[in-house]
């Protein structure tokens, strides 16, 4: 059974870093890409990062690039959002979710999602 676990949230004041944990169970993170993904209240989804598993190439949204890393540690199945720099629009549900190949495109199964809160 595919499940997706995220940890990490919490409440940081701006400029503060949190990193945020997706553990993955019934599969394996090098096999498939996964994404994290955000939501803010009354806001659309918004995709984050990307790490794909073809070549383990990485993606960011324009808003977290240069702030934001995506890894992976296959020996614990876990993949890895650090977060640095944080300001208030980073305020939001913050989810993993695993997509359907090797590649950063559809996805298929998603964690149940952690709460990050940016103020001070």
């Known amino acids: 059974q595919v499940q997706l676990v995220e940890s990490g949230g919490g409440l940081v004041q701006p400029g503060g870093s949190l990193r945020l944990s997706c553990a993955a169970s019934?599969?394996?993170?090098?096999?498939?890409?996964i994404g994290w993904f955000r939501q803010a209240p009354g806001k659309e989804r918004e995709g984050v990062s990307c790490?794909?598993?073809?070549?383990?190439?990485?993606y960011y949204g324009d808003s977290v690039k240069g702030r934001f890393t995506i890894s992976r540690d296959n020996a614990k199945n876990t993949v890895y959002l650090q977060m640095n720099n944080l300001n208030p629009e980073d305020t939001g549900v913050y989810y993993c979710?695993?997509?359907?190949?090797?590649?950063?495109?559809?996805?298929?199964?998603w964690g149940q999602g952690t709460q990050v809160t940016v103020s001070s």
């Open positions: 979710a695993r997509g359907s190949s090797y590649y950063c495109a559809e996805y298929q199964y």
């Open positions: 019934g599969f394996t993170v090098d096999y498939y890409a």
């Open positions: 790490i794909s598993a073809s070549d383990g190439s990485t």
